[in-house]
């Protein structure tokens, strides 16, 4: 099983994002935060942004968009050759017809749950899914704490993926530091975000490894 690492650039420095990109060259993503003040309350940048660091990062983006009115913005982000496109399950009343039309573009396809949405109504969509995206903290901002209570969420799809197959990766967002990756590897995670705990050491690339290490000690 791989284990994934993907530093958010939220905790990135915003005026020297191409450097930024040059400290995590071991990075297996680079997570890009789409925040529209309106499904969160806070604003990052839009697919301008993001086709310009599509065109200079070596390394393929994760986009993660807290947005609202998905239907009509994600597929642009398909479209900019993002790796994956992530929406969120509370922001469409079809994610199903939307994961089908990232997919078509060229995306894989992810569903984020906010951590008061329950997984059981998304289950029997996985198959449409290259990802779900379990939020370990309320979306929005860095460096809020981790909340151990979303776990069984993440227990609940892993033993689902396991029992059906399907290759889709399990994401983790929000607190995920050296205390907390081990915990959230040992409910079935293997793709995690984190960026204050990457961006905030003095050797991002150190600590990446760290964290690589932390998750692989505790994945069973
Ligand atoms: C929060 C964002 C996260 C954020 C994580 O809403 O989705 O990707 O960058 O930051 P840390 O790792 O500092 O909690
Ligand atoms: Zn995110």
Do not use: C
Not at 50 to 60: D, E, K
Not at 161 to 171: H, I, N
């Amino acid at each position: 099983m791989t284990t994934r690492i993907n530093p958010s650039i939220l905790a990135a420095d915003f005026a020297n994002l191409e450097h930024e990109l040059g400290r995590i060259a071991s990075a297996d993503l680079v997570h890009v935060d789409v925040m529209d003040n309106h499904f969160v309350p806070n604003l990052t940048f839009g697919p301008q942004m993001v086709g310009r660091l599509q065109q200079v990062s070596p390394i393929p983006l994760d986009v993660h968009l807290m947005i609202s009115d998905v239907d009509r913005w994600a597929p642009g982000y398909a479209e900019l050759g993002a790796f994956s496109v992530t929406f969120h399950a509370e922001a469409t009343e079809a994610p199903v017809a939307l994961a089908r039309r990232l997919r078509e573009i060229g995306a894989r396809a992810g569903i984020a749950l906010k951590p008061g949405t329950d997984v059981e109504p998304y289950l029997e969509l996985l198959p449409e899914f290259d990802q779900v995206l379990v939020m370990t903290v309320e979306p929005g901002f860095g460096g809020q704490s981790f909340m151990p209570e979303t776990m069984p969420k993440l227990e609940r799809l892993s033993r689902v993926v396991r029992e059906t197959g399907l290759d889709v990766w399990l994401q983790v967002d929000g607190g995920i530091a050296l205390d907390t990756i081990g915990i959230a590897a040992a409910a079935g995670a293997n793709t995690f975000v984190a960026g204050s705990a990457v961006f905030g050491a003095e050797v991002p690339e150190d600590r990446i490894t760290a964290l690589r290490d932390a998750a692989v000690a505790h994945r069973h």
